[in-house]
């Protein structure tokens, strides 16, 4: 069963998903991107879709956190400006929502889009020795030209017309609820506009190589927003020096939110393989 969790990090009521089972083999941390809330990763209407019971049904206890400025912390933006308030109140809300439950053999990060500058810096985190490793979706070291200047003209305020292109298309390989907005959350916190222009060009070939832990990096076949030939891939896995392993997964059938279309249970198959492959467990 999924339940919605609020518990109080330093005073910021931070809420998430959880779906819990009794004797985990680890923890998967599923961080969502901008636009969206925990409901991206258990997408309503659509159980065959969702990671939470995926990851379940597998044997994880899965936390999807809505992320520092969105759901219940949105009303306390002064206590996420900086990174490493973010990166405590995130790893502050999964240590309270466990609690003392069991969580196997530790923590695995699973990160889409704007969730990947979060993740990143928490799997670059020296002082846990509970982590496992790291999945990566939707994002990228290089945009698509188009894309940039689409993004260009993006503000909190104002999303122009291409931009649902970017993110939505090709439609067909979405259900139509999906398109309508059965995720969508209106707003975004402040300090994001500055992570996302700092994101691509400065934040992640700096956090990638104090990354410790097994990467895996995923790509959507028809990502519209980065690039992602083997130029742009190639220098992506560079980044991760430090990784003990680096494996790339391209998703065929996926665009760019990759957890909400038609192959969505295939992709998260392959996040739990992964997942599994880090703790030793033989899969197949």
Sequence with gaps: MIQPRLVI???????????EVPDPRAVIVAIHGGGTTALYFDCPGHPESSLLRAGAARGYTVVALDRPGYGSSAAYP?????PGQRVALAYGAVDKVLNERPRGAGLFLMAHSGGCELALRMAAETQRDDLLGVELAGTGRRYHPAAREILKATTLEHRPAGMRELLWHPTELYPPEVLSGA???QGAPPYETQMVLNWARQDFPAIAPEVRVPVQFSVAEHEK???SDQPALEEIA???SGAPNFRLNEQRGAAHNISLGHTAADYHA???EFADTCIGVETG
Excluded: K, Q
């Design 9 to 19: 990090v330093d005073g910021v009521p931070m809420s998430a998903l959880v779906a």
């Design 78 to 82: 002064e206590a996420m400006a900086e």
């Design 183 to 185: 995720t969508v959350y």
């Design 225 to 227: 927003i980065w690039l």
């Design 238 to 240: 560079s980044l991760f």
């Design 270 to 272: 392959s996040v739990l």
